[in-house]
């Protein structure tokens, strides 16, 4: 498994930007499929979007769609989350996750777990 951390979270206004990074340690980062999802408090964890080992396909989420964007340095184990056009309702804590799998949206599938970001976005 990998060892995954996290980092650029914070409070924004809406219409704003965050990049998110979540830092890969332990195994060949560059097998394992890579996540985001996020919570936002009472709700269930949400799938916001996965990219392969490669980086050469991608999954959205259709709330994220058009506005979000995974991308991923495999020279660096670090992958990201481009974050534009921010909306209330992404508040959440943020999760990075890896999956030893080509790729999937499924929680299930995912095997490894950061311990989450939070972004909140204001109004």
């Known amino acids: 498994q990998v060892q995954l951390v996290e980092s650029g979270g914070g409070l924004v206004q809406a219409g704003g930007s965050l990049k998110l990074s979540c830092a890969a340690s332990g195994r060949t980062f560059s097998s394992y499929a890579m996540g985001w999802f996020r919570q936002a408090p009472g709700k269930e964890r949400e799938f916001v979007t996965a990219?392969?080992?490669?980086?050469?396909?991608?999954l959205y989420g259709n709330s994220v769609k058009g506005r979000f964007t995974i991308s991923r340095d495999n020279a660096k184990n670090t992958v990201y989350l481009q974050m534009n056009s921010l909306k209330p309702e992404d508040t959440a804590v943020y999760y990075c996750?890896?999956?030893?799998?080509?790729?999937?949206?499924?929680?299930?599938?995912?095997?490894?777990w950061g311990q989450g970001t939070q972004v909140t976005v204001s109004s």
């Open positions: 990219i392969t080992w490669s980086g050469g396909i991608t």
């Open positions: 996750a890896a999956a030893y799998t080509t790729l999937t949206r499924y929680p299930s599938d995912f095997g490894s």
